[in-house]
Nanobody, 126 residues
Framework: VQLQASGGGLVQAGGSLRLSCVASGITFAHYSIGWFRQAPGEEREGVSCISSSDGDIYYKDPVKGRFTISRDNAKNTVYLQMDSLKPEDSAAYYC????????????????????WGKGTQVTVSS
């Protein structure tokens, strides 16, 4: 199983980035996918998750209205469009997968995930 995250970079506050997570080795449509982030000295937190079944979506409160998660099952890919970025969004971003049919708000916790990709760094300058 492999999850490959990409799309991070350095951007000014107010800018945008689009992260991609490509999965292989799993039946992608059966898996809920989440984006997590971890800043130095902080716990890994769930930013947004999208369920396997009906595409039900969860966003952590600080990113609501700024981030958009979507999935393309034909491409085994989940995207995280990040707009109006703030310096506090700076972190390493990870995608993760869990085989679940539960609602996205219930599964968007790092300790529930089955598989992880390597992080992609997002740095937002003020």
């Amino acid at each position: 199983v492999q999850l490959q995250a990409s799309g991070g970079g350095l951007v000014q506050a107010g800018g945008s980035l689009r992260l991609s997570c490509v999965a292989s080795g799993i039946t992608f449509a059966h898996y809920s996918i989440g984006w997590f982030r971890q800043a130095p000295g902080e716990e890994r937190e769930g930013v947004s998750c999208i369920s396997s079944s009906d595409g039900d979506i969860y966003y952590k409160d600080p990113v609501k209205g700024r981030f958009t998660i979507s999935r393309d099952n034909a491409k085994n890919t989940v995207y995280l469009q990040m707009d109006s970025l703030k310096p506090e969004d700076s972190a390493a971003y990870y995608c993760a997968a869990v085989r679940s049919e539960y609602s996205s708000n219930l599964i968007c916790h790092y300790y529930l995930m089955n598989y992880w990709g390597k992080g992609t760094q997002v740095t937002v300058s003020s």
